[in-house]
């Protein structure tokens, strides 16, 4: 059995699919590009689809991914053409590896945001991030199916930063507005209790009075392995790319004239 490894995205207006929207269109559209899909057992198989961290409903995403089972062997990068042509555009398949290493799930430890906040000025969002990092702690809420649960925003954010609208990575679909706006750039741990980025803008709001007029658009750029030396997300699949590549030169030497 194959297994495959996916990056996708979630762009423009395709950022307010849920994650079980998603689901159907991938299973639609692994059947239109005919893939060999391994199936669960029992009286009501599935494709066996690994899905890791989906991004809250209504984020956009450069860096969402999946792992699947197929019961032959496909080329990944031609397996990600077929699917990518096989989805509506916004969800875009983007990057394939075969798994080779174990533990996809365990290599995303954090998120790299991007939060576009309209109607803010950029200075006063620079005073509040300053005020957020300089906190110890910065108790929020939020509501949950069991109540009101309030918890530390502050200890999960590794780095915060306010940056100027020429740093911003989204594209002019991903904007409310045209207007200008400040842009903060953040990294935060993945723990638990989850601290997303609305729980790291409530906490803006309790330590600087920092309200912006209309949401926040909030895009994931990257996730993957936190370095703490360095304080960088690393890239998830290339763990898998060093393997195969591995494999190949030692294929290589192997069958190469003494």
Same mark, same amino acid.
């Given at each position: 059995m194959q297994r495959i490894r996916l990056r996708y995205t979630k762009r423009g207006r395709l950022r307010f699919t849920s994650h079980r929207d998603f689901q159907r269109a991938f299973e639609r559209a692994l059947r239109r590009a005919e893939v060999p899909m391994?199936?669960?057992a029992g009286f009501t198989p599935h494709p066996k689809v690994s899905y890791?961290?989906?991004a809250p409903t209504g984020t956009g995403s450069?860096?969402?991914y999946l792992e699947i089972a197929l019961t032959a062997p496909r080329d990944p990068e031609t397996l990600r053409v077929l699917l990518d042509e096989? @989805?509506?555009t916004g969800l875009d398949i983007v990057d394939a590896v075969e798994a080779r290493t174990p533990g996809l799930a365990d290599r995303l430890t954090?998120?790299?945001?991007e939060l576009r906040l309209d109607g803010v000025d950029p200075a006063d969002a620079a005073r509040a991030v300053d005020a957020f990092n300089r906190a110890d702690a910065v108790e929020v809420q939020r509501t949950t199916k069991n109540g009101v649960r309030t918890f530390d925003a502050r200890s999960a954010v590794a780095a915060l930063e306010s940056r100027s609208s020429g740093e911003t990575h989204s594209s002019h679909a991903d904007r409310p507005t045209d207007h200008a706006c400040a842009i903060l750039r953040l990294v935060v741990r993945h723990v638990t209790p989850a601290v997303r980025p609305d729980d790291? @803008?409530?906490g803006l709001r309790a330590v600087a009075d920092l309200a912006p007029p209309v949401p926040a658009a909030v895009t994931r750029l990257?996730?993957?392995l936190f370095d703490e030396e360095t304080g960088t997300v690393t890239d998830p699949l290339a763990p898998d790319r060093e393997a195969a590549e591995a494999l190949t030169t030692a294929a290589a030497t192997a069958t190469a004239p003494a």
């Open positions: 391994a199936y669960s890791a961290n989906a450069e860096a969402e096989s @989805l509506p954090a998120s790299v945001w790291v @803008l409530s990257a996730q993957g």
